[in-house]
């Protein structure tokens, strides 16, 4: 069984930072990417950052700049630092690992509980 915990998720006046985390844990051997993606009330699911088994990055042009995708492959986790938070940052905030495993080393698509972010003075 695959789990992803996140936390590091809250409340934080306009300008301010948080950094969230995602550990995975379970039978993934070959993790492919590790991201993060949001919803904001009343809109589509959209990526954030991910971050490849090549270590290549990619980010949404909203958050170029500010957010930050980092990984320990030790510990099997994934971060998002965030700075220079805004308002229309505020979203849930969910992790997602996509790799092979298990017995058969099929495809696996896992998703986080989604931790909330909310940016409000």
């Known amino acids: 069984q695959v789990q992803l915990v996140e936390s590091g998720g809250g409340l934080v006046q306009p300008g301010g930072s948080l950094k969230l985390s995602c550990a995975a844990s379970?039978?993934?051997?070959?993790?492919?990417?590790m991201g993060w993606y949001r919803r904001a009330p009343g809109k589509e699911r959209e990526l954030v950052a991910i971050?490849?088994?090549?270590?290549?990055?990619n980010y949404a042009d909203s958050v170029k700049g500010r957010f930050t995708i980092s990984r320990d492959n030790v510990k099997n986790t994934v971060y998002l630092q965030m700075n220079s938070l805004k308002p229309e940052d505020t979203a849930v905030y969910y992790c997602?690992?996509?790799?092979?495993?298990?017995?058969?080393?099929?495809?696996?698509?896992?998703w986080g509980q989604g931790t909330q972010v909310t940016v409000s003075s």
């Open positions: 997602n690992v996509q790799g092979y495993g298990g017995s058969t080393y099929s495809f696996k698509n896992l």
């Open positions: 379970g039978d993934i051997v070959s993790v492919k990417a």
């Open positions: 971050i490849t088994s090549s270590v290549s990055t």
